[in-house]
């Protein structure tokens, strides 16, 4: 507070300096700010300045370093685990897009009057609410053999010993995992979605009923349209989000079988063999992931959404300006 | 909706459709938790000689509760849980809407700088920069303390920023313009007109933010070393080793975890709804 020195200067009392606008909007910048920023700095951009930093060493977290140059970011596509760990990744992205569609799916059920509709929104929504390591032993349990599933199946007929193992067969356990995600999501996706769809205005469906529009045009044309932009925005997130799937695998088999995802292994290699600078370098690849996905977010919403009118995305304004130029042809020819 | 209309054999159709999918969906999210409770009911030789599905001879038998709750030192874990939450929760919402007022109120050299700060760190995925959080933790005598995680839990909480400077923006000026004029302070118009107001969001982020710090586990698993500073993940995740298919017990240790934010979600259960979605529009 080296102001205060002009205090005498100005030959205002302290009260009516400290009174005064401009001051009081420093203090209040000064102390409303103070925290977050310094949290933000310590726990964020201090960090992030020694990952990109780490990254070019090789070290733990204790002892000497030696410089490696770009060995690490090499070595992060070289090593099968590592690179493998990104092909996991694949199997919660195919996850994500299922989860989208069934919640997408019910959102458009649940706009249509439903009787019991807490029920079912809260019985969906409900798995959400449970914590990571909870659902993890939920569905220990309900994979193990002979447990939930292989019973639940052999009620259906199927032969005990045909029960494939759901979290060994290398074939399927990343595909039991990456279920849990969309059973743990889904419900929570298809409240967002139906967020949306409500706030368009309910008299629409209404009167698109009374218009006889059968559902799926009330879908195509009302429903659609005041939720694309959360759609995609959803879709665009499953990108990062799957690369930073944790805690299926973490729980529920530890990353063994193949079943490592990109943030279990470098978990593994930061915290079990103290390979410090890798898992940097593993780090900063996701990070420069993430940021090339948010960047191609801007642009689709700026190539697709914006621009139009308000009703209208870019698209859909060049759709209608060639049916125009079509209609015009058309026109012409007919005179012709 | 009870036109003629709803009789028509394609409207039923509909009906019925729409009816099989919504309860095998219900049946879907439910049965797996359905079957912990049945199993968390059973005594450990009714568990050995019936099937899963079945239901336990009696809903009164409390024996694997008292001693998930007791072996894992669960009433620790929810007082430790319930101490983080309130300081973390109480905390976001001053920050996040102290910083919000400041940023979307006044102009000054970089604010716009600020703003693209945070907004960049959302992007930095928490896991990745743990690995030198861990050393910053470390130097400043924070690892193994309750408080070192609360801070490290404000510290990486961008959501609720985000989610009020979506607000203020919607907040007309003139709100503010009227009482300066009516001489209150800044302080003053900050806490008496428009804290009040900011209601819906810190709705929002109390749902959004309380949900995520009941439910992490990896930052604790990682700064909370000591037995009486873990948190009832962390106290949940101990039946992974000495337990191992005595499945009864940790299934009686899930459903303790499951009640009290059961029991909120029922409560709250529109305000949980409305927060969700305001979430998600603006995120």
């Known amino acids: ?336 | 909706m009870n036109g003629a209309k709803s009789h028509s054999p394609a409207a039923i159709l509909f009906g019925i459709f729409k009816y099989v999918m919504l309860t095998a969906a219900a049946i879907i999210a439910l049965l797996p938790v359905l079957v912990c409770i049945f199993t968390a009911f059973k005594t450990t030789d009714e568990y050995n000689a019936t099937s899963v599905l079945d239901m336990p001879n009696s809903f009164g038998y409390l024996e694997n509760f008292s001693i998930a709750f007791t072996k894992a030192n669960m009433l620790r874990g929810f007082i430790n849980t319930a101490l983080v939450l309130v300081v973390v929760l109480i905390a976001s919402i001053l920050m996040g809407s102290m910083l919000a007022y400041v940023l979307s109120r006044f102009k000054f050299k970089g604010n716009a700088v600020i703003q693209n700060l945070f907004m960049f760190a959302a992007l930095i995925p928490g896991i990745a920069t743990q690995v030198t959080v861990y050393q910053i933790m470390y130097a400043l005598g924070l690892v193994n303390t309750l408080h070192g995680y609360m801070f490290v839990l404000m510290g990486t909480d961008i959501i609720s920023i985000y989610i009020f400077l979506q607000f203020f923006e919607n907040l007309p000026v003139s709100l503010d313009e009227s009482a300066i004029v009516d001489g209150c302070t800044y302080f003053g118009v900050f806490f008496k007109i428009l804290f009040p107001l900011l209601k819906p969001a810190i709705v929002t982020s109390l749902v959004l933010k309380g949900v995520g710090v009941y439910n992490e586990y990896y930052m604790a698993n990682l700064y909370l070393q000591s037995k009486e500073i873990k948190t009832i993940s962390l106290a949940l995740y101990t039946f992974t080793g000495p337990y191992g298919n005595q499945y009864n017990y940790i299934c009686a240790g899930v459903l303790i975890t499951i009640i009290p934010i059961l029991i909120l979600f029922l409560i709250f259960q529109k305000q949980v709804y409305s927060g969700m979605a305001a979430g998600a529009v603006k995120g």
Not at chain 1, 6 to 30: A, D, L, N
Not at chain 1, 97 to 108: E, G, H, P, S
Not at chain 1, 219 to 226: D, Q, V, Y
Not at chain 1, 284 to 301: G, R
């Open chain 1, 1 to 336: 507070m080296n102001s205060q020195m002009t205090v005498p200067k100005e030959k205002k009392t302290f009260k009516q300096w400290f009174g005064s606008r401009k001051v009081q909007k420093w203090v209040i910048i000064t102390t409303f700010m103070f925290l977050p920023l310094f949290l933000l700095i310590l726990f964020t951009y201090i960090p992030f300045g020694k990952m990109i930093q780490f990254s070019f060493y090789k070290m733990k977290y204790i002892g000497p370093r030696t410089f490696v140059g770009w060995k690490n970011y090499i070595d992060v596509f070289k090593r099968s685990e590592c690179f493998k760990s990104l092909f996991v990744s694949l199997y919660y992205m195919g996850g994500a897009i299922v989860q989208l569609a069934l919640a997408l799916f019910f959102a458009t059920l649940m706009v249509f009057k439903v009787k019991g509709s807490g029920f079912y929104k809260g019985a969906m929504f409900f798995p959400y609410l449970i914590c990571g390591i909870a659902v993890g032993f939920i569905f220990k349990f309900f994979y193990a053999r002979g447990y939930v599933l292989d019973s639940i199946l052999q009620l259906f007929g199927v032969a005990a010993e045909d029960c494939p193992m759901w979290l060994q067969d290398l074939k399927i356990n990343n595909i039991s995992l990456a279920a849990t995600s969309v059973w743990r999501y889904t419900g929570q996706n298809m409240i967002l979605f139906l967020g949306a769809m409500m706030s368009v205005d309910t008299d629409l469906y209404e009167a698109a009923y009374m218009d006889g529009a059968n559902k799926w045009n009330q879908f195509k044309s009302i429903i659609l349209p005041s939720i694309k932009s959360i759609v995609v925005l959803n879709l665009i997130l499953s990108i990062s989000g799957s690369l930073s799937a944790f805690e299926p695998p973490y729980v529920i088999t530890n990353g063994t079988m193949g079943t490592g995802t990109y943030f279990v292994i470098m978990n593994r290699l930061a915290h079990e063999n103290q390979k410090v600078g890798l898992a940097c370098a593993m780090a900063i690849v996701l990070l420069l992931i993430i940021v090339v996905c948010t960047v191609a977010q801007k642009l689709f919403f700026k190539y697709a959404f914006d621009d139009g009118t308000d009703d209208e995305s870019k698209a859909a304004v060049r759709k209608r300006k060639k049916a125009e130029k079509a209609a015009r042809k058309a026109a012409k020819g007919g005179m012709a």
